[in-house]
């Protein structure tokens, strides 16, 4: 019986399945037989895919692995290798990056100098580099910053390294949801509602990031139609944990029965994500649930994942929204010291 | 009186034509479609009109060559004057609100004729149609060209009720008007209708969809017509099927046929099935229809309740499709479960064509997963063998959760003839932990290779305590590696050591494989990165007791050689268990190779000083 499968086989295997964790243990298995026989540039293209699947499936670490070492082999010998498609993987990281808390400011900002660096000398617009420190600017809760870059990026030309319309829109969108804007909001998204922007992500994470302004401003019909058409989209795809939470917010003010499926439903997808600030933001919206669930349905027991670390009673829906809560906050403190502000915790405020 | 009007249209037509075959339609051919789309409404209306009235769509070809000429007559409503005038118009303002608003698509009856009839400038420079109204009134003529002219006006005589359209074939577009080529579209597109499509091609008539089958309406009479069905899933398909499932919504207003492919299909395959809109072919290609699982078939559907988009090519995401989808998939599943009962071998073949798709579906359902598990294959230290068999073993089923840990434990496993499955695959170790839900009497335990340990005998402590300096010597020599060591009894006793890799240690791994590799930068990143992660990032060295060599290292302890054995058993185990080794490691392994070398020449000397 062969227990080994070969490079080719691996890669084969994998090429054939959908995106998911079952892909990326083939690839990552690929990437391993790979190493053991010398085979670098199979090991190189193995990592090429790795990064594309686990950044799509939610494995940002894996990703930031499997990126860092193509770079360096990238290096060692840049002839051998595509830059087009690694710098593409460099955007990708840059995305995920504020997600680590023990990655601390000025190392952000030195990979954020890097990627600007090797952009300007493959001679790329810079625009991609203005549009990142846009991103980051607003991960790092630094609205000032994130304006500027904001108006920055704006004015310089779009290339074929750049980040599709759609994208750059949903971005733009939730810099008016940070400075809290709800009508800026609305207008960034109109031209995503209305179907004329759309790209693999978008309007999957649109959807739910309209909801709560849409919420303040009263449009319940139309953020109802959202939530739906919304939740149909990313159900039950690891990718989208950060929206499910979003779709909890609102939906603790509007429906919790409805919620309280969202939050079984994805709870497994949420407990071992590898994430660390999508699953905050999950727990919390989920503790904010649970605490309005006991409330109006008391006695309700909540279905755990067999495997979800929590020994209480899943009846005592109080003390399970206590766990979330305790989770979420130790979460929200790491960012906090790293970004130097309370902006992540402010998103808490209310757990 | 004969009155003509020579008209242009007030809209860049050449554009929207454009936009139709770049955007809308998938290829030119589909103009045949949408002609006897327009023939199937128009019959539909005066049926509703006029019960009982009997429908019939004739074609005609005639000439050679690259000059056919196509005829498409229906005996329908047919259009008035003012009809005509409205389908124009509604061409107009949709090609002023632009792309989206041809792309969003019309519902109305006549703006959907007029767009339908646009897409034959693909194919023909000119469109001649002549109809007559059921209403009364004129028979009215219409001549459009593709730069926007057209012409308008009453004929002389009366036509009977019902529309004519005549094409002249492009050169590019002529074998779209071969009598083959028509013969079998017309097959597609109106193999379901309920009233005879006729073709006239030199001097020779039949009727297209003469066998129109009605099992089809009743997909239930299709149990009992095997071959009937196998060889029209054939014709319509083009595949040669072995089996088929029966399919019915509760409502009864969506049905089919679904075959089962005679060959495995990869999870990414783009479905195909078929759909017939109210009889019409409506796609070639739905993919959205039925669940993601029923890739191990190919259906014919018809339905009436389904809304098409704008190309009429595929169905709207909405919450009937969903309802639709989620009966479809019910019925397959009562399909496959009613072969279970009454004819297994039949299910069998099927499973072990499209495990993986069945493996899908017993993950969502345990009562289908029960139904079928015996026959489901997993790769397991006793080789690849169906679960049934597995199960006989009567003992409990081990499994990983990845192909990593799998490898890891799988010789040592296999040597202690212990059952472990493979559970690293898509759903298989999903399936084992679900298991003993699903059936009774069995159980399953997942297995993490720092517990192979279970089938190790342990060493008693009064025991261990004798090999108390040596273990700590090979601890503190393993220290760098993040690595601990412990005794163990295991089999073979001819394997001295075994490593095993916890999840945490496994990610640190691969963060240190690429830090170094990677750009001074991105270790740093990588370093803060490992800090993070808890100390249970350890590995473990199991020292197999049983074997000789183990013994004289645990035995006598020596400062200098002991670390040094240690470290050579480490990077061996590494190399036993195929794993990619860091520099750190490959230096171990290349010193200790030339350092034993060295001892080993320098004790013969010695012994040949002492001779």
């Keep these: 019986m062969k227990t080994e499968m070969d490079f080719e086989d691996l890669m084969d295997e994998a090429y054939g399945l959908p995106n998911g964790t079952a892909k990326l243990g083939m690839l990552e298995e690929a990437a391993r037989v790979a190493d053991v026989h010398g085979m670098e540039e199979e090991a190189y293209e193995a990592r090429s895919e790795i990064v594309e699947t686990a950044t799509f499936c939610g494995y940002p670490m894996k990703a930031l692995i499997a990126f860092s070492w193509q770079l360096g082999k990238f290096d060692q010998q840049p002839e051998q290798y595509d830059e087009e498609t690694l710098m593409w993987s460099y955007k990708w990281i840059l995305g995920e990056l504020s997600s680590f808390p023990e990655v601390s400011r000025d190392k952000m900002m030195e990979l954020l100098e890097d990627f600007g660096r090797r952009f300007k000398s493959f001679g790329y617009s810079e625009r991609s580099y203005w549009y990142y420190r846009f991103r980051i600017s607003m991960d790092l809760g630094d609205l000032e910053e994130a304006g500027n ?170 003390k399970l929204a206590e766990y979330f809560a305790a989770h979420a906050k130790a979460s929200a403190e790491k960012y906090d010291q790293r970004n130097g502000n309370h902006h992540v915790s402010s998103m808490l405020s209310e757990v | 009186m004969t009155a003509s009007n020579e008209y242009r249209f007030q809209v860049n037509l050449s554009g929207m034509i454009q936009i139709l075959s770049n955007h809308l339609y998938s290829s030119p051919k589909v103009f045949l479609r949408e002609l006897m789309q327009n023939a199937t409404d128009a019959i539909t209306a005066r049926t509703e009109a006029e019960p009982g009235f009997q429908g019939e769509v004739r074609v005609e070809l005639t000439g050679t060559g690259e000059h056919r000429t196509m005829m498409v007559e229906d005996n329908g409503i047919g259009l008035t004057e003012a009809d005509i005038h409205e389908f124009l118009a509604m061409i107009g303002q949709s090609s002023k609100r632009g792309q989206q608003a041809l792309l969003d698509g019309e519902t109305s009856f006549i703006g959907r004729f007029g767009i339908g009839l646009l897409s034959c400038f693909m194919v023909s420079h000119e469109i001649v149609m002549l109809t007559q109204s059921a209403k009364g009134g004129p028979s009215m003529e219409w001549r459009g060209k593709p730069d926007g002219t057209y012409t308008i006006r009453q004929l002389d005589t009366q036509l009977s009720p019902g529309t004519k359209v005549y094409l002249r074939s492009t050169p590019d577009a002529a074998h779209y008007f071969e009598t083959e080529y028509v013969n079998e579209a017309l097959f597609y597109y109106g193999a379901l209708l309920p009233y005879p499509v006729t073709l006239h091609s030199d001097g020779v008539q039949h009727i297209v969809n003469s066998q129109s089958p009605t099992w089809l309406m009743e997909p239930e009479l299709a149990r009992g017509r095997r071959a009937e069905v196998l060889a029209f899933g054939e014709r319509l398909l083009g595949e040669k099927f072995q089996d088929y499932i029966p399919l019915t919504t509760a409502s009864g207003r969506t049905g089919g046929i679904a075959y089962v492919l005679p060959h495995a299909v990869n999870l990414n395959a783009k479905r195909s099935h078929r759909v017939y809109l109210k009889r019409m072919l409506i796609s070639e290609k739905a993919e959205n229809i039925l669940p993601d699982w029923a890739f191990f078939v190919k259906c014919l559907i018809w339905t009436d309740e389904l809304q098409p988009t704008a190309s009429r090519e595929h169905f709207y995401e909405n919450e009937k499709l969903e309802e639709v989808r989620s009966e479809l998939g019910d019925a397959l599943r009562q399909g496959l479960a009613d072969m279970a009962e009454s004819q297994p071998e039949r299910l069998q073949k099927l499973i072990r064509l499209h495990a993986l798709s069945m493996k899908a579906l017993a993950v969502q359902d345990q009562e289908f997963y029960a139904m079928i598990h015996r026959w489901l294959p997993f790769e397991s230290t006793r080789g690849h063998r169906e679960l049934g068999e597995l199960m006989d073993e009567g003992e409990t089923l081990y499994f990983t959760t990845s192909v990593d840990e799998y490898r890891q434990i799988h010789h040592v496993a296999s040597a202690q003839s212990m059952l472990v499955i493979n559970g690293g695959y898509i759903y298989d170790s999903d399936l084992m932990a679900m298991l003993p839900l699903a059936v009774q009497h069995v159980k399953t335990e997942r297995l993490q290779p720092d517990e192979v340990s279970m089938s190790f005998t342990d060493v008693p402590p009064s025991e261990r305590n004798q090999y108390y300096d040596a273990l700590r010597l090979a601890d503190s020599a393993l220290q760098r590696f993040r690595c601990r060591a412990e005794v163990k009894g295991f089999k073979p006793a001819d394997l001295p050591v075994l490593f095993t890799l916890s999840q945490e240690s496994s990610t640190l791994r691969a963060l240190e494989k690429a830090s170094e590799e990677s750009t001074e930068l991105f270790s740093s990143v990588l370093g803060s990165l490992s800090s993070g992660i808890s100390s249970a990032g350890y590995s473990t060295l199991y020292l197999n007791i049983n074997n000789p060599i183990i013994q004289r290292v645990l035995t006598s302890p020596d400062a200098q050689m002991t670390p040094i054995a240690m470290e050579m058993l480490y990077v061996n185990a590494l190399m036993m268990g195929h794993y990619a080794m860091n520099r750190q490691e490959l230096e171990v392994l290349n010193q200790g190779i030339v350092r034993f070398i060295d001892w080993g020449l320098r004790a013969n000397m010695d012994r040949k000083g002492d001779a």
């Design chain 1, 149 to 318: 870059s904001y108006t920055k990026f704006r004015s310089m030309d779009r290339d074929f390294m750049s980040d599709c319309e759609a994208c750059e829109q949903d971005e733009i969108m939730r810099y008016w949801i940070l400075v809290g804007d709800d009508e800026k909001v609305l207008e960034a998204a109109k031209p995503i509602l209305k179907g004329r922007m759309s790209c693999a992500e978008i309007p999957h994470l649109t959807l739910s990031e309209i909801l709560m302004p849409l919420y303040r401003l009263g449009k319940m019909d139309e953020a109802d139609k959202h939530q739906a058409k919304g939740y149909r989209m990313i159900k039950g795809h690891n990718d989208f944990v950060q929206s499910f939470a979003e779709q909890l917010d609102y939906l603790v003010r509007t429906n919790p029965a409805k919620g309280i499926d969202v939050l079984e439903e994805s709870l497994v997808l949420a407990m071992d994500h590898e994430d660390p600030f999508a699953k905050m933001m999950f727990y919390a919206r989920a503790a904010q649930l649970l605490r309005r669930w006991a409330d109006e349905s008391p006695g309700y027991r909540l279905r755990l994942p067999a495997s979800f670390p929590y020994e209480g009673d899943p009846g005592d829906l109080r």
